[in-house]
Nanobody
């Protein structure tokens, strides 16, 4: 099972910024497409953004377009999510996983293996 280590979360005021990191644990990103997901309290996981290893395939959920930017550093086997203009509704635990599209972002924001366990995630709280 491919696993990731998420980090970079924290408490920020509305309008603030955070940069999240998603590090591959024990493997290279290779040809995988990586999707960031988030889960708000009492809600299902929601896809946020996806990028493939070349950076040529990128997608964003409508709720974060224009505010979030995804990137990847293959040398560090790490994907990043720069989050600007944060809103209270961005609050949740953020996770990453290989996208359903495997090599490219499928556009469905679904994990390749829906039965796999999620990592520990990183908590993002947007509150004044």
């Amino acid at each position: 099972q491919l696993q990731f280590v998420e980090s970079g979360g924290g408490l920020v005021q509305p309008g603030g910024s955070l940069r999240l990191s998603c590090a591959a644990s024990g493997f290279t990103l290779g040809d995988y497409a990586i999707t960031w997901f988030r889960q708000a309290p009492g809600k299902e996981h929601e896809g946020v953004s996806c990028i493939n290893s070349s950076g040529e395939s990128i997608s964003y959920a409508n709720s974060v377009k224009g505010r979030f930017t995804i990137s990847v550093d293959n040398a560090k086997a790490t994907a990043y999510l720069q989050m600007n203009s944060l809103k209270p509704e961005d609050t949740g635990v953020y996770y990453c996983a290989v996208d359903l599209g495997y090599y490219y972002c499928s556009g469905y924001f679904e994990p390749l293996d829906p039965g796999a366990s999620w990592g520990q995630g990183t908590q993002v709280t947007v509150s004044s």
